[in-house]
């Protein structure tokens, strides 16, 4: 029994350092993509001056569009407050809008919380990836992720929504089944374990064609 515990064991924290690898690439590659955005301005500002001089507006104006449109797929649209919980919200909306997945986010967090930046981008990345695989399975217009997070007295509360294909998940030994794999079994696993240890609470629910996972953690 306690064999089969250690590997259980080794296998989440081999996922863990796996999940938390994939989080600093995506968000270094959206902090890419904006350095690039900035450093092309000088370019993108001549090249607009040029248009002006030959009084080309309607080149001007689709210019404008073209940019807009690019600065559109790296722009930070989340700011908690917290400069870890910033990079990987935004970094995992950017991923969601990619896929055609349509994010409402709401999240005001402290710049210090009790729980360490691991636990967070653990917590945030997993409900994240579970709710953007989840998403795929609908049609594009029917695809939506709700995020929420903000601070209830000395709690910090988490709230996860994303609309499911109308059948209500089914539990076993009082866990939600994944069908996506074992690597979402072991998110789910490891968002229990962080949530215990910090004593915290989590509550999951699918019902109405949607699944929310709410998540308070103590502060004080």
Known sequence: MKLFQKQIDKRIAQYQRELIDTHYKEVDNMYR??????????NHIQCMKV?????????????????DT????????????????DAILNSKISLAKARGIDVRADAH???????????LCCIIGNLFDNA???????????????????MKSTQLYISFT?????????????????????????????????????????????????FTTEILIPQV
């Open 162 to 210: 994303n609309f499911t294909s109308g059948k209500k998940l089914s539990k076993s030994g009082g866990i939600f089944k994944t069908t996506k794999g074992e690597g979402h079994g072991f998110g789910l696993i490891r968002i229990d374990s962080i949530v215990e240890r910090l004593d915290g609470y989590l509550s999951r629910n699918s019902e109405d064609g949607a």
């Open 70 to 85: 690019d600065l559109n797929t790296v722009d930070t649209v989340i700011k908690t407050g917290n400069p870890m919980a």
């Open 109 to 119: 967090i402290p710049v210090k919380l009790k729980m360490s930046e691991l636990d």
């Open 33 to 42: 993509q904006i350095r690039g955005w900035r450093h092309d301005y000088r």
């Open 51 to 67: 248009l002006a001089a030959n009084g080309d507006m309607d080149g001007i104006k689709e210019y404008l569009d073209q940019l």
């Open 132 to 150: 953007i695989e989840a998403s795929l399975d609908l049609p594009e217009q029917k695809r939506l992720i709700r995020v929420y997070m903000d």
